[in-house]
């Protein structure tokens, strides 16, 4: 079995070691370090890599916004972040998603939701909680966009459709069901998608699409 290892960056050392017994409560996971600030977790995830990391969005010196993106901007193999908060959704969080985070969850999440969410983050999906999916893609709906499909110029016809698709949420199951795929073939379309277009994860995909004018709400 493969071991996870984990950063935890949180400035309350309570919430710390709860999450620390959830995820040591598992074979496949292990926290590798805590950080108490931003500036720390920079400082720990260039000194002792690890595949992800859980950043609380508010910390002292430097929140999880500007270490997010440090971490995401430095080189070297980068980390999956994973943006935990007790907001559904404000600008902070919005802004770490832009920065490149893998994920978004609520500190009140379930433990099992929590730890499922870690794995599928892992092998190369994006998490978000529902609620806040909700909202971010609201926000980007409301923004005036210009580009339209010449932003998928690069990608083939069947891609455009996987790509529509994506865009609405639709799992790689229910894509390979809608247009009578195999999986395998959906997830290598997904993986093409994502090269073209130069983006991270399903998250990204949506802005994206969002900031383009792609799709609509």
Request: aromatic content about 6%; charged content about 25%; glycine content about 6%.
């Amino acid at each position: 079995m493969t071991e996870i290892r984990i950063g935890l960056a949180d400035d309350q050392p309570l919430f710390r070691a709860g999450i620390r017994m959830i995820l040591d409560s598992q074979d496949d996971f292990a926290v590798a370090w805590e950080a108490s600030d931003g500036g720390e977790a920079v400082e720990r995830a260039a000194s002792e890599p690890v595949d992800l990391i859980l950043m609380d969005i508010e910390m002292p010196v430097t929140d999880g916004v500007e270490a997010t993106a440090r971490i995401l901007a430095a080189d070297g193999p980068a980390p999956k972040v994973v943006v935990l908060t007790t907001f559904e959704l404000n600008d902070k969080t919005f802004k770490a998603i832009q920065a490149g985070a893998s994920g978004f969850l609520l500190k009140n999440a379930d433990p099992e939701f929590l730890l499922a969410s870690l794995r599928t983050i892992h092998s190369g999906s994006a998490v978000v909680a529902p609620s806040v999916m909700t909202g971010l893609v609201e926000r980007f709906a409301r923004r005036p966009t210009t580009a339209g499909t010449d932003a998928l110029s690069e990608l083939t016809a069947r891609e455009r459709e996987i790509f529509s698709l994506l865009a609405a949420g639709l799992s790689n199951n229910e894509i390979a069901d809608d247009r009578h795929l195999s999986d395998a073939t959906v997830k290598s379309h997904v993986s093409r998608i994502l090269g073209k277009l130069d983006l991270r994860d399903r998250v990204q995909l949506v802005i994206f699409a969002y900031e383009n004018g792609l799709v609509r709400s």
